[in-house]
């Protein structure tokens, strides 16, 4: 596709249920990062993919957290039991291969946990 | 650990007026990469411009230009002619090789600036 591309856009769950995050990178890009957007604070990251392999997940900040890549393309963050501390923006970005070192970025999915 | 700090949390400029967005890092590596984003209401992070830490030289886009003193461990963007359409908020962030092959970003918490017709 023409960039990153996030869906839902927008997510309301209720305190205890489980939710699935997509992320769509540019057609091409080898690694993929999820990062999470708090309600003022930066950005922290979560988890890096290169390929379909996650070889640092040191930013998952629970075991309620997962995610996977399938094809070396979409990937799918995970958030178990969720809880209203878990209410954020969450962004992915991609890059062509590490070394070029640019990430792009989707417009993220906003988690509302009630 | 890697840092990045933004001081100003707001700023304002008047529209064709020039601003400067500051930034310090704290890092104990010594090849590493330095950004600006930006991010409109629309959410999307935007690549305003990119330093090398080797380039002794500043890199310029169009408008924005940063002043990368690497001894200070400064990087701050200046952006010349303000336009409207540069309201957002702006991030610094930092990226070093952190090993298993990422270049992960580390960010600041951002500057909101504001573009006064």
């Known amino acids: 596709g023409a960039g990153v591309s996030q869906s839902p856009s927008n997510k309301v769950t209720e305190k205890g249920k489980d939710v699935e995050l997509r992320c769509d990178p540019i057609?091409?890009?080898?690694?993929l990062y999820w990062y999470r957007q708090s309600l003022g604070q930066g950005l922290e990251f979560l988890i890096y993919?290169?390929?379909?392999?996650?070889?640092?997940k040191s930013g998952l900040p629970s075991d309620r957290f997962s995610a996977e890549r399938t094809g070396g393309s979409v990937s799918t963050l995970t958030i178990q039991r969720t809880q209203q501390e878990d209410s954020a923006v969450y962004l992915c970005a991609s890059s062509i291969r590490v070394a070029q070192n640019i990430q792009y970025f989707g417009a993220g999915t906003r988690l509302s946990v009630l | 650990a890697q840092t990045v700090t933004q001081s100003q949390p707001e700023m304002s400029v008047q529209e064709a007026e020039t601003v400067t967005l500051s930034c310090t890092y704290d890092?104990?590596?010594?090849?590493?990469?330095l950004f600006w984003y930006k991010q409109p209401p629309s959410r999307q992070m935007i690549l305003v411009i990119r330093?090398?830490?080797?380039?002794?030289q500043n890199a310029t886009e169009n408008r924005f230009s940063v002043n990368f003193q690497k001894a200070a461990k400064s990087f701050s963007l200046k952006i010349s002619d303000s336009q409207l359409g540069d309201t957002a908020m702006y991030f610094c962030a930092f990226s070093w090789y952190s090993g298993a092959g990422s270049y992960q970003l580390t960010f600041g918490k951002g500057t909101k600036l504001s573009v006064i017709p």
């Open positions: 330093q090398e830490a080797y380039k002794q």
């Open positions: 993919f290169q390929g379909n392999s996650a070889p640092d």
């Open positions: 890092t104990s590596e010594n090849n590493y990469y």
């Open positions: 057609s091409g890009h080898t690694a």
